[in-house]
């Protein structure tokens, strides 16, 4: 079975420009989450979606960030304008729903952002 | 609030050593799930292992060994005859019982480098 697929696997950009990250969850699965990975903070939730809404957007740096999730087998994350300190690596995760909430998260390879 | 602590910034053990990686939690719910994710040097996170609050068996998984202790709020993880493949960054995370619970709090990883 594919496991979660994130594109592009590294990205390398100027500030100021739009980047957009890509997530496509495991099928069949209900939930999924945006992590942000710096040395300085670790690694933070930025927003995670349940049957393509949005649960939890409090971990969303600014309004420079977005993210949507128009279908159940695809997200975007949009950072627009683009920030030096914006540079880090993005994962993806996706878990099924259980009778007692999310399960197990299952994390793609990450997006690993650079922003001149 | 939640909250996981790994002291162990870093460790070093030479191949073929036993190594315990410290893991604390603090919640104040009854229910809750325990995990250990490892990120190789070529940065996927991978699942280890979950644990749930109201099972303290301890778990045995070839060479990994975790010793779950509701009465000290820890649970730690042991490899048993390390590798050099072992090395790695392990996080250990906690997450909340029921939905709207669906984040997943990390510690701040141990860096654990197996010498040959």
């Known amino acids: 079975d594919a496991g979660v697929i994130q594109s592009p696997r590294h990205e390398v950009t100027e500030m100021g420009q739009e980047v957009t990250l890509r997530c496509k969850p495991i099928?069949?699965?209900?939930?999924l989450f945006w992590y942000r990975q710096t040395m300085m903070r670790g690694l933070e939730l930025l927003i995670y979606?349940?049957?393509?809404?949005?649960?939890?957007d409090s971990g969303m740096p600014e309004d420079r960030f977005s993210a949507k999730m128009p279908n159940a087998s695809f997200s975007t994350l949009k950072i627009q304008p683009s920030e030096p300190r914006d540079s880090a690596v993005y994962f993806c995760?996706?878990?099924?729903?259980?009778?007692?909430?999310?399960?197990?998260?299952?994390f793609g390879p990450g997006t690993r952002l650079t922003v001149l | 609030a939640q909250k996981v602590t790994q002291a162990q910034t870093e460790i070093s053990v030479v191949e073929k050593e036993d190594v315990t990686l410290d893991c604390v939690y603090e919640?104040?719910?009854?229910?809750?799930?325990l995990f250990w994710y490892k990120q190789p040097p070529s940065g996927e996170l991978v699942f280890l292992i979950r644990?749930?609050?109201?099972?303290?068996q301890n778990e045995i998984s070839g060479r990994y060994s975790w010793n779950f202790q509701k009465s000290t709020s820890s649970f730690n993880f042991t490899i048993t005859a390390s590798q050099v493949v072992d090395s790695a960054v392990y996080f250990c995370?906690?997450?909340?019982?029921?939905?709207?619970?669906?984040?997943?709090?990390f510690g701040t990883g141990t860096r654990l480098t197996i010498i040959p």
């Open positions: 979606f349940n049957n393509n809404v949005p649960i939890d």
């Open positions: 995370a906690l997450r909340g019982p029921n939905f709207g619970n669906e984040k997943l709090t």
């Open positions: 995760a996706s878990t099924p729903q259980v009778l007692v909430g999310a399960d197990t998260q299952y």
């Open positions: 099928s069949g699965h209900d939930y």
């Open positions: 644990r749930n609050s109201f099972d303290e």
């Open positions: 919640t104040r719910d009854t229910t809750y799930y």
